[in-house]
């Protein structure tokens, strides 16, 4: 993942429960991440396409938390903004007539989904409520 995708939707998220329902638009929240507009709605694009915010148009429109904070695991936000393995992929081929070379891909790639497989479950014991109530 190597970006900030995480963090943005973690900020957004966070500050949609601690909204207690109001509806917040695009530009408070980007204003209190402290990064552009666009790049908000491009995440609650894809929160929405995930489930977990909804929003109302028009004048007074803005986007809402659409299910308990209680039930979005931080593991759940993870997989809807991973884009790419945690730890990166090799972009060389290794030689094939190497011992190492030929086998280090699939060793790497084991290695890869353990650590990641641990990095989602321990997310997964944490959710969005449970982040929220250590804010004053």
Do not use: W
């Amino acid at each position: 993942m190597n970006n900030s995708r995480f963090a943005i939707s973690v900020h957004i998220l966070t500050l949609l429960a601690g909204a207690n329902g109001e509806l917040l638009s695009s530009e408070y929240i980007a204003g209190s991440i402290n990064i552009n507009p666009v790049l908000v709605r491009k995440e609650l694009i894809n929160l929405k396409k995930h489930g977990f915010v909804a929003s109302k148009e028009g004048k007074n429109g803005g986007v809402y938390l659409n299910k308990s904070a209680a039930n979005i695991r931080f593991s759940d936000v993870y997989n809807a903004v991973k884009q790419s393995s945690l730890l990166g992929e090799a972009k060389n081929e290794p030689n094939p007539l190497c011992p190492i070379g030929r086998q280090i891909k699939t060793h790497l790639n084991n290695l890869y989904t353990d650590a990641e497989n641990a990095m989602v479950g321990q997310l997964s014991t944490t959710t969005l409520q449970n982040f929220l109530n250590q804010f004053d």
